[in-house]
């Protein structure tokens, strides 16, 4: 909420500094945004009166004016504005101002013609971010008054940010009661007296949906000059407010709202139809509102209607047709309370916010009503003339919120805040805030003002409390907690020990949006429809994602465009599959790899990664488990995968995810020149540890023996490990394929492939025979289950 | 006589002159083997009158001795000398880099996520996580955020068809932990959160911190100790650190912490604002609604709970200025850390 310093003064003139007012409100709550001044300073700026004007040959906007600023001979100045006419009243810069952007007036020659000064727009005075046109003045304006003091420059706009609990703070008035409480200051408030009523003229009111609407107040003026100047210490009050002027009827609805916080709103009378409904509205109705869009109404919107038609939203927004036009004679001024639940509904379904429903969401004190249509008459009166009728007021008693006492014990303010507040601190606070209390045996019974309609428990007053006192004033204790030491189980394989060790392999954390393009995630993933978001952010980024290879092949694609041809990259984080009507969202662990091998270096040659690059970190993963056992790759199928570089990753029977090299298809869609692989497995379902079981190492002489065999090509190295595995019995410690080979020298369709078989015995040392025994056995195997040869 | 002088300087002639430890081997079987020069002289020794051989035979013993000290001296010089050599053949450039995979790196963010849990751990803090797709009443209703709540659309939101959404902060983490666990409770929840907000200081991802400690007897003043302890631990900095009153609708009494600028020592700066300080969380008691929704007994617990913006304090820690670096994962930016 922005609000001029100077009209806040009006209000309350705490004796502390601008500074420290504000640094008690930013403590207190309320914090201050910015503190800006209206203007910087200005002299020589004066209010001048255009008496002549004419249009300059051979210029496109230039006129000659002849301006009266109330002393010495008129001057003659060359002004480009639009709407500067023979008649107005404008600021005028005179030789020597020093205008903000640096200007000084001087009088020269403009095209061949002598000028003595400038016509200024506000924002040549650095009033407004841009120029729209001359400021004018009332006719009332005194000529020769220097503007800076004209139009109270000397002023500061004060931002204060208003939290959703505090809808009282919209205004003027709450500020200064607000102001008044933290600093001990009265405020001086305007007198607003009732205005009497000239007219007897009123319309029925009825409330026909009491629980939405409890109270309206009501007022006919007639007569009015619709077409009147707001004066211009209004218009300049509005505008410091973050609001422009309208019409003056419209300005002063502006204005009281800002100055008491009552939203209100002025129909065309001539439009009414024999009085005022407020109800839900009817079956197709529809109603062309202010901002000139027309909407069909929804039978839980709160509606003011006459007797045939809507007239307006409640509290959201008037109707064009019912609006108050410049040729309007006759007003009806609303001032009602509508429940702040309704308001906040109605405009977040129509996706309407004004000022007005603003300040209902946020509740507005419902005992406000005839003092802000008493004050709104006064000043229309002032401004556009008429004559009132006598206020109406109907009100559903039964329907109005009600403010009872809370009740609020001492001892409680010390539970919640850790330290005791005196009794009688706790009692001036709440005098300071204006509430009502009754001593009662263990604290007191506290009435709030109606204002503050955001307090309803003990603990929203404690927080008054504190916020009064001053948080910051709290001790900073450490109560005597009872510690226990959380259970830290080697049974799971912590995430942490994953990336850390996924960093030390070379590979780089990437934090991608798990929201993602759904063309891109197709590609990736095309087996899973992704869940869409109804309101996406940008297009590109419409689905959330069913693995994380999109944010990895984006994150690969982003550096390749920036010479970085080496990737290693992983990420953490759910993907989110969608199964039936819900949604499974697994943590999953996914990797990438792409370019060279290695870093390029003296040492190493160069080669490119490829899929046992992967696979070989991957493994390292796994086995932190120590159940590397349990984890088989075997040859898979996935759509955006290479099929003859796949691997479906399996523990014990159970799919834990895929490894493989992205298929040359999706390699050639998304434009990439190089082999990519990766990975992705299921946290959930990897992260099971086992805790290691110390089995003493054998003080006997490992044997190792190397067999090379010829075995068709289709042979996974796997099964032939298994098969020497369950041959050769427990003394076989570790079989190592240490080269597999195809090509010259091996028959057509087979392969190569040379293992070693690494023999201990637990408790003796193994005899040569035993050896050659069981080696002829697993030969025997290999050649049983898999046709092999042994290679000579 | 002659013949021994002769001999030891022919021999003293070669052994010095020996090139290798092999010639050098040759030379002491030649003189001193079996068979060798000497021991035939000795051999030879019967040959000679009684009345000379003592004095020739010490002749023979004393030269022997020479020969021995002269291959041993030699023998030592020239296996110095192969060392040197093999030495000066191995010696090689050790500024060159060793052979090596490359480092990897941990991205900013999760490094502040393992420092924050380190340090909460400290204090007995259990590290829970939850569903980033989210209901309503979790997200919202539960935390004191009915439907009409001005706060509702404070924080724009990212929807699904079936009503559900993506959380807009780490809160509902507290509502699904205390429902299945009675106090004393002492958690911290960190991930990632979603606005519909994408601009120079706002991303429509980011991440946040959340913490809540519900016991008997738990206090405004426990949680100002607690986060003061925190900031100072996480930046290791007594930075000065300033509670403001504020509104959440979860807890009440609510407040701001804001720290002293990490980058000016509140001079004022652009990091700051000029302000000299920085907002760094949000925290309060949590609110008697709250514990209401999921069945704790406000009146026998009371509780904290805090809330923080990860990236933020990533990026203080950091020193970084562009918030969208860290969801860009430029590589060359990620190894920095």
């Given at each position: 909420m922005k609000v001029s310093e100077l009209w806040l003064q009006e209000w309350i003139r705490p004796a502390l500094s601008r500074d420290k007012v504000c640094e008690r409100m930013t403590m207190a709550g309320l914090e201050i945004e910015s503190v800006t001044p209206v203007a910087v300073p200005l002299a020589k700026v004066i209010v001048g009166k255009v008496t002549h004007v004419k249009k300059l040959p051979d210029t496109d906007r230039l006129s000659l004016c002849e301006v009266d600023v109330g002393r010495g001979a008129p001057l003659s100045i060359v002004c480009g504005a639009d709407n500067v006419k023979p008649g107005v009243r404008v600021p005028t810069a005179t030789e020597g101002a020093v205008l903000p952007n640096n200007i000084t007036i001087k009088k020269s020659q403009i095209r061949g013609v002598f000028s003595e000064g400038m016509l200024c727009s506000a924002y040549d005075l650095g009033m407004a971010e841009k120029s729209e046109g001359l400021i004018i003045f009332p006719d009332d304006a005194p000529l020769g008054a220097e503007v800076w003091d004209y139009l109270q420059l000397n002023d500061t706009v004060i931002d204060v940010s208003i939290t959703p609990n505090r809808g009282d703070c919209l205004s003027v008035m709450g500020l200064a009661n607000e102001i008044s409480a933290l600093t001990q200051t009265k405020v001086t408030a305007p007198d607003i007296q009732a205005v009497k009523a000239t007219l007897s003229d009123t319309l029925p009111v009825v409330l026909q949906a009491p629980q939405k609407c409890s109270h309206y107040v009501g007022r006919i003026i007639k007569n009015v000059k619709a077409d009147a100047m707001t004066p211009i210490w209004m218009q300049e009050r509005l505008r410091r407010s973050g609001q422009r002027s309208i019409s003056p009827v419209v300005d002063v609805m502006n204005y009281v709202m800002l100055e008491l916080g009552q939203p209100m709103h002025a129909f065309d009378l001539a439009t009414i139809s024999n009085g005022i409904h407020v109800r839900t509205a009817n079956e197709s109705e529809k109603l062309a509102l202010l901002d000139g869009q027309t909407v069909e109404l929804t039978l839980d919107t709160l509606v003011i209607a006459d007797n045939q038609k809507p007239l307006a939203i409640a509290g959201v927004m008037g109707g064009?047709?019912?609006?108050?036009?410049?040729?309007?004679?006759?007003?009806?001024?609303?001032?009602?309370?509508?429940?702040?639940?309704?308001?906040?509904?109605?405009?977040?379904?129509?996706?309407?916010?004004?000022?007005?429903?603003?300040?209902?969401?946020?509740?507005?004190?419902?005992?406000?009503?005839?003092?802000a249509i008493e004050r709104a008459t006064e000043l229309l009166l002032k401004i556009v003339g008429g004559e009132p009728g006598p206020v109406i007021d109907v009100t559903e008693k039964n329907y109005l919120p009600t403010i009872k006492p809370i009740h609020l014990r001492e001892a409680r303010v010390k539970v919640i805040l850790g330290m005791k507040i005196a009794a009688s601190e706790i009692e001036n606070i709440f005098t300071r805030l204006g509430f009502h209390f009754e001593k009662t045996t263990d604290g007191w019974n506290v009435t709030a003002t109606p204002a503050r309609s955001d307090i309803s428990l003990e603990v929203d007053l404690i927080e008054e409390i504190i916020r009064v006192y001053g948080a910051d004033r709290v001790p900073t204790v450490n109560s005597a907690y009872a510690m226990k030491i959380h259970p830290l189980s080697a049974k799971k394989l912590p995430l942490a020990t994953l990336r850390h060790t996924l960093s030390n392999l070379g590979y780089q954390e990437i934090v991608t949006y798990t929201f993602v393009d759904k063309k891109t995630q197709l590609l990736l993933n095309p087996s899973h429809d992704p869940k869409p978001l109804l309101n996406p952010i940008t297009a590109d980024m419409d689905v959330m994602r069913t693995n994380l290879w999109p944010g990895l092949v984006k994150t690969l694609i982003y550096n390749l465009n920036r010479q970085q041809n080496r990737i290693r990259l992983f990420e953490s984080g759910l993907r989110f599959v969608p199964q039936g009507t819900t949604l499974l969202q697994e943590r999953v662990l996914s990797g990438l790899i792409s370019g060279p091998a290695f870093p390029p270096q003296w040492g190493i040659a160069s080669r490119q990664s490829d899929f046992f690059d992967l696979k070989g970190d991957l493994q390292v993963l796994l086995n932190l488990t120590f159940a590397k056992e349990e984890f088989t790759f075997k040859s898979g199928v996935h759509p955006a995968l290479h099929p003859g570089q796949t691997a479906e990753i399996f523990r014990n029977e159970k799919s834990v995810g895929f490894i493989g090299g992205l298929h040359p298809t999706v390699l050639q869609m998304l434009s990439l020149p190089q082999p990519v692989f990766v990975f992705e497995v299921a946290l959930e379902l990897i992260e099971?540890?086992?805790?290691?079981?110390?089995?003493?190492?054998?003080?006997?002489?490992?044997i190792r023996r190397d067999i090379a065999i010829f075995v068709d090509r289709s042979v996974p190295v796997e099964a032939i490990s298994g098969t020497i595995k369950r041959s050769a019995g427990e003394w076989l410690q570790e079989v190592n394929v240490f080269?597999?080979?195809?090509?010259?020298?091996?028959?057509?369709?087979?392969?190569?492939?040379?293992?070693?078989?690494?023999?201990?015995?637990?408790?003796?040392?193994?005899?040569?025979?035993?050896?050659?025994?069981?080696?002829?056995?697993?030969?025997?195997?290999?050649?049983?289950?898999?046709?092999?040869?042994?290679?000579? | 006589m002659d013949n021994l002088d002769h001999l030891l300087k022919s021999a003293t002639k070669e052994i010095t002159n020996a090139e290798d430890l092999k010639s050098l081997d040759y030379y002491r079987v030649h003189y001193l083997g079996k068979k060798g020069v000497l021991t035939e002289s000795l051999k030879s020794l019967g040959q000679l009158p009684p009345e000379e051989r003592p004095a020739m035979g010490q002749k023979v013993n004393v030269i022997k001795t020479q020969i021995q000290t002269l291959i041993e001296e030699r023998e030592a010089l020239l296996q110095q000398n192969q060392i040197a050599t093999q030495l000066a053949k191995e010696s090689i450039d050790v500024t060159l880099s060793g052979r090596m995979?490359?480092?990897?790196?941990?991205?900013?963010?999760?490094?502040?996520?393992?420092?924050?849990?380190?340090?909460?751990?400290?204090?007995?803090?259990?590290?829970?996580?939850?569903?980033?797709?989210?209901?309503?009443h979790h997200n919202f209703e539960a935390l004191n955020i009915p439907d009409t709540h001005p706060a509702r659309a404070m924080q724009d939101t990212f929807y699904f068809e079936d009503k559900t959404l993506l959380r807009t902060h780490t809160s509902p983490v507290q509502i699904r932990y205390m429902k299945n666990t009675k106090p004393p409770i002492r958690m911290i929840a960190m991930g990632r959160v979603y606005r519909r907000d994408f601009d120079l200081t706002h991303t429509p991802m980011f991440h946040q911190v959340e913490g809540l400690m519900v016991e008997e007897g738990v206090s405004f003043a426990d949680l100002r100790s607690t986060l003061t302890q925190f900031l100072h631990a996480f930046f290791e900095a007594e930075l000065p650190i300033r509670f403001r009153s504020s509104y959440f609708p979860f807890t009440e009494p609510s407040a701001e912490v804001d720290m002293g600028c990490v980058a000016c020592s509140q001079k004022g700066c652009r990091i700051c604002k000029n302000t000299g300080w920085l907002e760094v969380l949000g925290c309060g008691m949590v609110h008697p609604n709250v514990f209401k929704f999921v069945d704790i007994d406000s009146e026998k617990y009371t509780g904290w709970a805090f809330g923080a913006g990860l990236d933020r304090l990533t990026m203080l820690r950091y020193g970084m200025t562009d918030l969208r670096a860290l969801f860009e994962n430029d590589v060359r930016f990620l190894g920095q850390f």
């Open positions: 064009l047709d019912s609006s108050v036009t410049l040729l309007t004679k006759d007003i009806f001024l609303e001032s009602a309370y509508f429940q702040s639940q309704t308001i906040a509904h109605t405009s977040r379904s129509y996706h309407l916010n004004s000022e007005s429903s603003y300040r209902f969401e946020r509740g507005v004190d419902s005992t406000l009503q005839v003092k099971d540890a086992h805790q290691p079981k110390a089995i003493e190492v054998s003080k006997f002489p490992e080269d597999v080979y195809q090509g010259k020298g091996v028959p057509e369709n087979q392969k190569s492939i040379a293992l070693s078989l690494t023999l201990q015995h637990a408790s003796r040392t193994l005899v040569d025979d035993e050896v050659v025994k069981l080696v002829e056995r697993v030969i025997v195997a290999l050649k049983d289950d898999f046709a092999a040869e042994l290679r000579k | 995979q490359s480092m990897g790196s941990i991205h900013p963010v999760t490094q502040t996520r393992e420092r924050i849990e380190n340090l909460f751990r400290q204090m007995g803090f259990v590290t829970k996580d939850g569903p980033e797709v989210e209901d309503e």
